[in-house]
Nanobody, 123 residues
Framework: QVQLVESGGGLVQAGGSLRLSCAGSGRTFSNYGMGWFRQAPGKEREFVAEISWSGGSTYYADSVKGRFTISRDNAKNTVYLQMNSLKPEDTAVYYC????????????????WGQGTQVTVSS
């Protein structure tokens, strides 16, 4: 069992930056691959980025590649999403999720989810 709690969301102007954190509970946190997803009003939840259990492998959606960076600190049971050059279209609720399987961009392949944190980018 893994419990996840996101933080770091907020309101930022276009071009600005935010860093999201996802704190996990449990001694087995480092056994899980981790992903960030987002969901805007009226839209489906979409993949943003994911990182392997060791942190050695990352993967990004094309829409955020070059602007967002995912990282993790297993000693702190925490995953981060550094978001730079934010755009109004990045506005959404951001969720972190944990998976036991191999790399995947599908939400249904993730086993545990946080409650989400709102990110709003003004133009």
């Amino acid at each position: 069992q893994v419990q996840l709690v996101e933080s770091g969301g907020g309101l930022v102007q276009a071009g600005g930056s935010l860093r999201l954190s996802c704190a996990g509970s449990g001694r087995t946190f480092s056994n899980y691959g981790m992903g960030w997803f987002r969901q805007a009003p009226g839209k489906e939840r979409e993949f943003v980025a994911e990182i392997s259990w060791s942190g050695g492998s990352t993967y990004y959606a094309d829409s955020v590649k070059g602007r967002f960076t995912i990282s993790r600190d297993n000693a702190k049971n925490t995953v981060y999403l550094q978001m730079n050059s934010l755009k109004p279209e990045d506005t959404a609720v951001y969720y972190c999720a944990a998976r036991r399987g191999p790399r995947n961009v599908l939400p249904q392949k993730y086993d545990y989810w946080g409650q989400g944190t709102q990110v709003t980018v003004s133009s």
